[in-house]
Each structure stands twice: as structure tokens, then as C-alpha cells.
């Protein structure tokens, strides 16, 4: 690149970014630029723009791990240039991920031998992981339509209301009618005798959810299984369950070994996790494992050759990186059962001691249950003077980002705070949230307070409604900032399924 040069003869490199032209100039937005600039100035530029982000370690909307050893950090970077699907070029990669997969499996007691190979792969996400589940299914189903001479274009899924959205793309995507459990007020997750109900023959397979986006809640996967088993026997369907254990898959094996959700029950056919929640991977990796070769259909499965074996290989995408797949595995055997364990144990407590703190305002119902994925979702007492949504953007001004929603359908008029614990949210940081909640209720009360009446001399004239000591009431700045809430909300209703992710 030519450098051009100032009337006083000193080059631009000479500069910092912020003494040359570029401070001058506008970032693209819609074309490539023509000329090049320095890497610093690149640098520098986009930097600035970002500082404008939420901390992700502040943001306790998402479930995504923030935060990894920076031994694993510097694994990540000497890999970042590794494609995976290359599995020619790297062999050991791919044998990093078979590992994984054996030990997901064994971790959700899979019925294989301790030296045989479970059936699984790696995704960019439980999304991924969920349409590769969902493929399967409705093809294991369509085959045997075909073989019994009945008709195989109304596929369906049974779920609740308050399943993740993927859920909605796949049923969009490969055509498959959603059928979904409504909720009620005071029970957020899916009814297994409501969704056993609605099977049918044309059903493909139950998805049940391992920690509700919600509520953290855990559905009751048992009783489904026993339900559908007797439902199978009396109609001669064969309707298979999914797990859906996207955030709790990485929390119940630890912390409730006793709990049975996965393949030892029999009908589970499949479970998909992921491993950039509490798996503890930077995004994105995700894994879905079945419970044996007969449950994914070998017409799904493509094979390549390298080095003389075969590697069979499932997925939607092709080009991924592989260094998340090697974070994995650094996790499973850095922290082993017992690191996973107790990092668990952390983030339980941590959200015992956020749960009772907003408990102790008085202000707040918690929705969220203790058992579960570690998360606090609770609503107000008392939404007349302002809501849950007032709160959450009033946080945003300590940094914090904790998301505010309405329930999914037939609940919507229940609206929730929620924050998500991860393994970096310490016991300070819980504390010092306390602290800013109650600064901002105090402020929205001293705020609502304000807000109730009007008091002007003039206001005589307007034709308002009169006291009888010259205090007029009319409508409050808190009325119109309800009114503009809950026309956003109606808006929002209309576009959005469910609330948050």
C-alpha cells in the first residue's frame, strides 16, 4: 500500500489512528472500500465500534458460556484454522470428537459396551442437533408407512408450547406439523398426559425439554415414557421420545444422578446437548447422540474414507471449525465428572442466593423451580405502578442485561425477569445485582410516585376532571409509558413465538 504523505513531508504511518485522516472517515456500511487502510487503523476502528456491545459476562440473558481457562483459550486459537469436516487432514480431530460423543454417551447411559463406539456427531448448536434428530425420526417413520402400505405426508411433532423455536424452523423447514401442549398459569412446561393425548399415528416422536428456556424447569420425562408406552400397547404405534436437553444435559448427570430422563428409559431414542451452555464451550458446539444405530437411518448417513476407514458423517453443514470440538474435549477431561459436578454445585447455589435475595424485596413471585437449570425467573407482585420490562432496562444502566418476557401461549399474561447463572457468575456478582435491583425499585417507586398526579395552577382551563383542592388529575406520564409498553408487547406477540432463547 502507498502511504500518502502531508504538506510538512511526515508520513501518515508516523500518526496514531486517532492524529490521521481515518478519524475522519466514515466506516462502510454497504460497499467494499476501494483503498486499503493500515491494520492498526482497521483495528483500532472496529474496536471502538464494539465497545458499544453488552459485557458478555454481564449479559445474563443467554445460557452461552462466557468464560474458559485461557490453557483452553490458546488451544482454541493454535486450531482456529482447522476445518473440520477435512478429516483426511486431521485425523486426530476427528477421533477428539468420537471421544466426545462416546463419553455424552455414556454420560446419558447410553445401552453400549465400555469399549464400543455410540452413535453421534457434533453440531454448531443444539439447532443443528435437533433437525438431525428430527430428520431421523421422520424418516424411520416414513419408512415404515411405506412398508405397512399407508400414507406418510402428514408427519407431526408433540411438544409444549414452550419449546425453543428451532423446534418451529423444523417443523417449517421439512414440513412437519408442530402440535404443541399449551401452558396454564403456575405450570410452565409441558402436561405429559396433554401431549400423550394428542399423539396420534402420524406422530414421528414426542420432544420433551431437560431444562425449560423459561423457567430451567425439567420436564417429566419418566411419567411421559410410562404414559407412551401403555398408549403404544393399546394402539400398536411405536411413538418415540426426544430429549431435548439443551441446557440441562451438562447439569442433571451431576447433580440429580438419580433422575431418569435419558436411554434407560426405553423409549428415548435420542438426545441432543449443548456444549456451549453448560457444557462449558465458548459457542458454537452442540452434540446429538441416539440410542443405537437402528434409531438413525443409514440413507441419512454419508461416508468418507480416510486413511483406509471409513468415517460416517451426518450433518446439515459441511466447512465447520474444529476448535470447539477440541475445547470439548479439554473440558470433559480437564474437569471430569467431579470439576463438572462441583461447578454445578456453584451455580446452584449462586442462584439459591439471587432467588432469596429477590424473594426478600417482597416484590417479586418466583416462577423458576430449585430444581433445575440455575436460573431465577420471577414475576412482580404488584405490575400497577411499573413492570418487569421498567426493571430490566433500568439495569441495563449498571451493565447488566437481564431479559424480560411474557410466558408462551396460553400463559402470555404472566410476564418474567430471568437470569440465567453460568459458571462465571460469582457469589459477589450475585450480590452486587441484589443491589442494583433494589436501587431501581426504589427508583421506579420514587419515579411512580411522581408520576400518579399532576398538580398545575393552569390545568383549570383544560376541562380535566377538577379535585376540590385544585389538584387535577389527569394522565399520568406512568399511564403513557404503560400504554407505549404494552402496544410494543402487542407488536412483539404478533411476530415473536416464545420469549427468549
Given at each position: 500500500m502507498v502511504i500518502s504523505h502531508s504538506s510538512s513531508g511526515v508520513g501518515e504511518?508516523?500518526?496514531n489512528t486517532f492524529s490521521s485522516r481515518y478519524a475522519r472517515v466514515e466506516l462502510?456500511?454497504?460497499?467494499?472500500?476501494?483503498?486499503s487502510i493500515p491494520k492498526e487503523t482497521a483495528y483500532q476502528m472496529i474496536t471502538d465500534e464494539l465497545m458499544l456491545d453488552g459485557n458478555p459476562r454481564l449479559d445474563l440473558a443467554s445460557f452461552v458460556t462466557t468464560w474458559m481457562e485461557p490453557e483452553c483459550d490458546k488451544l482454541i486459537m493454535d486450531s482456529i484454522n482447522k476445518n473440520y469436516v477435512d478429516m483426511d487432514e486431521y485425523p486426530v480431530t476427528t477421533e477428539l470428537q468420537n471421544r466426545c460423543v462416546n463419553m455424552i454417551a455414556?454420560?446419558?447411559?447410553?445401552?453400549?459396551?465400555?469399549?464400543?463406539?455410540a452413535i453421534g456427531v457434533s453440531t454448531v448448536g443444539s439447532s443443528e442437533a435437533i433437525m438431525l434428530a428430527g430428520l431421523a425420526f421422520k424418516?424411520?417413520?416414513?419408512?415404515?408407512?411405506?412398508?405397512?402400505?399407508?400414507?406418510?405426508?402428514?408427519?407431526n411433532i408433540v411438544t409444549g408450547a414452550n419449546v425453543q423455536v428451532c423446534w418451529e424452523?423444523?417443523?417449517?423447514?421439512?414440513?412437519?406439523?408442530l402440535k404443541e401442549v399449551k401452558l396454564t398459569e403456575g405450570y410452565y412446561v409441558m402436561d405429559p398426559l396433554k401431549a400423550v393425548e394428542m399423539v396420534d399415528e402420524n406422530t414421528i416422536c414426542v420432544a420433551a425439554i431437560l431444562g425449560s428456556t423459561l423457567t430451567g424447569e425439567y420436564e417429566d420425562v419418566k411419567l411421559l415414557n410410562d404414559l407412551l408406552v401403555e398408549k403404544n400397547k393399546e394402539t400398536g404405534w411405536n411413538v418415540p421420545i426426544h430429549v431435548d436437553a439443551a441446557s440441562g444435559g451438562f447439569i442433571a448427570p451431576f447433580l440429580h444422578p438419580e433422575l431418569e430422563w435419558d436411554f434407560r428409559l426405553p423409549l428415548v431414542?435420542?438426545?441432543?446437548?449443548?456444549?456451549?451452555k453448560y457444557g462449558l464451550v465458548y459457542p458454537g458446539v452442540g452434540w446429538v447422540v441416539w440410542r443405537s444405530k437402528d434409531d438413525l437411518p443409514e440413507e441419512l448417513i454419508f461416508h468418507i474414507n480416510y486413511l483406509g476407514t471409513d468415517q460416517p458423517?451426518?450433518?446439515l453443514n459441511f466447512s465447520k471449525g474444529a476448535s470447539q470440538i477440541i475445547a470439548q474435549y479439554y473440558q470433559l477431561i480437564r474437569l471430569g465428572f467431579e470439576g463438572y459436578k462441583h461447578i454445578m454445585e456453584n451455580c446452584q447455589a449462586n442462584a439459591a442466593v439471587l432467588r432469596?435475595?429477590?424473594?426478600?424485596t417482597g416484590r417479586f413471585s418466583i416462577v423458576s423451580k430449585e430444581d433445575g437449570v440455575p436460573l431465577v425467573a420471577a414475576s412482580l407482585k404488584d405490575s400497577t405502578k411499573f413492570s418487569v420490562f421498567d426493571v430490566s432496562e433500568n439495569l441495563r444502566k449498571f451493565g447488566w442485561i437481564v431479559p424480560a418476557y411474557t410466558m408462551a401461549p396460553d400463559a402470555e399474561h404472566v410476564a418474567v425477569l430471568r437470569v440465567v447463572i453460568r459458571e462465571d457468575f460469582s457469589r459477589s456478582l450475585a450480590q452486587r445485582l441484589l443491589a442494583d435491583i433494589n436501587k431501581v425499585l426504589h427508583e421506579l417507586d420514587t419515579h411512580a410516585a411522581h408520576a400518579i398526579k399532576v398538580t398545575a395552577p393552569t390545568a383549570t382551563q383544560n376541562g380535566n376532571g377538577v379535585n376540590g383542592d385544585d389538584t387535577v388529575t389527569q394522565k399520568s406520564v406512568l399511564d403513557t409509558e404503560k400504554k407505549f409498553v404494552a402496544a410494543c408487547m402487542s407488536l412483539v406477540k404478533k411476530n415473536k413465538k416464545t420469549g427468549v432463547c
Open positions: 504511518s508516523a500518526y462502510p456500511r454497504y460497499r467494499m472500500p476501494e483503498n455414556h454420560l446419558f447411559n447410553a445401552p453400549i459396551n465400555e469399549d464400543e463406539k424418516r424411520k417413520w416414513a419408512n415404515k408407512r411405506k412398508e405397512e402400505g399407508k400414507p406418510y405426508d402428514k408427519p424452523k423444523f417443523a417449517r423447514y421439512f414440513e412437519v406439523e431414542k435420542s438426545i441432543n446437548v449443548s456444549g456451549h458423517t451426518f450433518t432469596e435475595g429477590m424473594e426478600a
